[in-house]
C-alpha cells in the first residue's frame, strides 16, 4: 500500500492477533465437524459451504466471492457493546453470530489459508482510514499478478494501489508481524 515495511519483533497488536490465532486454533476442529454434517448454527453451516464451493474456482472467483459474501454475513457493532471491552479480534465463529467490527478481517485471512492460499500470500493489515480518522482491518493478497485488498466497505476486491486513503501501520500473518512507514515521496514512488 505504498509504504515502507519491516519485520518487527512486537507491536501493541500483537497480543491481540497471537490471542485470536490461539482461540481460532481451539476452535478449528468444529469448523470441521460442521462441514461433516454435525449440528452448527447456520451461518457457520454457510461460512462451511461457502468455502467448499470456492474450492477450485479461479483466484479472482474466489477472492471476489469470499469477500462480497463474508461482508454480508455480519452487521457491524462496536466490541464494547459486543463483548464488554473497548477492543476484541473476534474468532470466525464469535464473527458469525451476526455483529462485528474490524472482525471481517480475521475471518477473511482464515478463510483464505482453508483455501490454500499460502501464509507468504496473505496478511491482516491494520491501516489508518486517513479521511475517516480512524483504525481498520483490511486483508492483502498477493496473487502473483498483483496485490489486492479484500475490504468490509466493498463488496468488491480492490487492487490495492487504488485504496491510498489507508495507511497501514502494522501487517501480519501466520508468521511474523511488520510495521510501516507512510509518507509522500514512498507513495509517489510506489505509484509510479
Known amino acids: ?45 454457510k461460512w462451511r459451504t461457502l468455502l467448499e464451493d470456492l474450492k477450485g474456482q479461479p483466484a479472482d472467483i474466489q477472492l471476489a466471492k469470499l469477500n462480497k459474501t463474508i461482508n454480508r454475513m455480519a452487521r457491524y457493532g462496536d466490541d464494547s457493546k459486543i463483548f464488554g471491552k473497548r477492543d476484541d479480534w473476534a474468532t470466525p465463529v464469535e464473527f458469525l453470530k451476526g455483529r462485528a467490527d474490524c472482525d471481517y478481517a480475521t475471518i477473511k485471512f482464515w478463510s483464505l489459508l482453508e483455501l490454500g492460499y499460502s501464509n507468504d500470500q496473505l496478511r491482516l493489515a491494520v491501516v489508518r482510514d486517513q479521511r475517516r480518522g480512524i483504525l481498520h482491518a483490511v486483508v492483502t493478497v ?51
Open 1 to 45: 500500500m505504498g509504504s515502507f515495511e519491516f519485520k518487527t519483533a512486537s507491536h501493541r497488536f500483537q497480543s491481540d492477533w497471537q490471542g485470536v490465532l490461539t482461540r481460532i486454533k481451539d476452535e478449528a476442529p468444529s469448523y470441521d465437524n460442521c462441514a461433516n454434517g454435525d449440528a452448527c448454527s447456520p451461518q457457520v453451516k
Open 142 to 192: 498477493d496473487t502473483g499478478e498483483k496485490k489486492v485488498v479484500l475490504d468490509s466497505l466493498f463488496d468488491h476486491v480492490v487492487e490495492e494501489r487504488y485504496i491510498l486513503k489507508y495507511a497501514p501501520i502494522y501487517s501480519v500473518n501466520l508468521e511474523s508481524q511488520f510495521s510501516h512507514i507512510v509518507s509522500k515521496q514512498l507513495r509517489v514512488a510506489y505509484l509510479n
